[in-house]
C-alpha cells in the first residue's frame, strides 16, 4: 500500500486535565461528567490543529495505587492484581473521556502509557514515540494518562500524567503546555490552607524554583504529589523553553481561552 506522506506537520499543543477536574477526587470512582463533556466541546470549538491529552488519575488511578503501594515498586506478589487493577481503573477513565471527544467527531485515540513506556526508578527510560508521532501526523489527537507503567529497577511505578507530559514536550518539542486543574494557577502558597496566598500570574522558572518550597503537597490520597508533584515536573520542559499554562479547568472556558492562545490563570516560562 501507498504510504501517506505528510508534508507540514504543527508543533502541537499538550493539555494535561487533571484526575481532579474529570473525577471527583475524595469520591472512589467518581465522575466528572459534567466537567468531561464541557471540556470536549470546548476543545471541539478550539479546533487546534495539533493536539496530545494527557489525563490524570483522580478518583480511580489513586485509591488502587495507593491500595496495593504500586508506587512503591515490587515488593510482593500480592501486588500484581494491584498493578492490573491500577491500569484498568484509568483505562476506564480513558474510555469516558475518549467516549466523549468521540461523541463531538474529536479523532482522539488512546495510547496506552504502561505499553510504550519503561521507567527506572519511576523515571522515563524507554518510551516508543513513533505511533503517537505518526497518529499527529494524520491529524488524530493522541490521548494518554498517568499510569502503572513496568520499571526496569523495581519491577514497576506508578507514572504520573505530569512526568509524561514533560517528556512529551522535550521529545516531540511541542508549542506549549497547558494544565488544566482545580485551581485559578500558582499561588505564593497553597491556597486550600493558605488565605492569603496570592495568585502568580506571570513567572519565570529561576521565581518558580525559589517557589517550590512554599508550594505544599495539598492532598494526601495523591501518590504522586499534588501540586508539588507538578510543578516540579514541568522544570525539565521549561528548561527546553517550552511554556506552561495553568488554568482552572473546573471554570467554563478556560480551557477553549487557552488552546486559542489567552493568558488565563499562571503562565510560566524560562524567562
Ligand atoms: C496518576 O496520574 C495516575 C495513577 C495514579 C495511576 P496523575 O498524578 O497525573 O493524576 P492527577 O492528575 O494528579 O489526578
Known sequence: MEEKTITQVPKPIILKLGGSVISIKNKSFALNKRAIMRLAKEIERADVSSLIIVHGGGSFGHPVAKQYKIDEGYKDSSQIIGFSKTHQAMTILNKHVTDSLINRKIPAVEIQPSSIIITRSGRIHIMEERPLTRLLELGFIPILYGDAVPDSSNGFAILSGDQLVSQLAIRLNVDRIIMGVDVDGLYTADPKACPS????????????????????????????????????????????????????????GNVYRALKGEVVGTFIEKG
Open 197 to 252: 496566598a496570592r495568585l502568580l500570574q506571570h513567572i519565570t522558572l529561576q521565581q518558580l524554583k525559589k517557589l517550590r518550597k512554599n508550594i505544599e503537597k495539598t492532598n494526601a490520597t495523591d501518590v504522586t504529589g499534588g501540586m508539588l508533584g507538578k510543578i516540579l515536573e514541568l522544570i525539565p520542559a521549561l528548561e527546553h523553553r517550552v511554556n506552561v499554562r495553568i488554568v482552572n479547568a473546573l471554570k467554563p
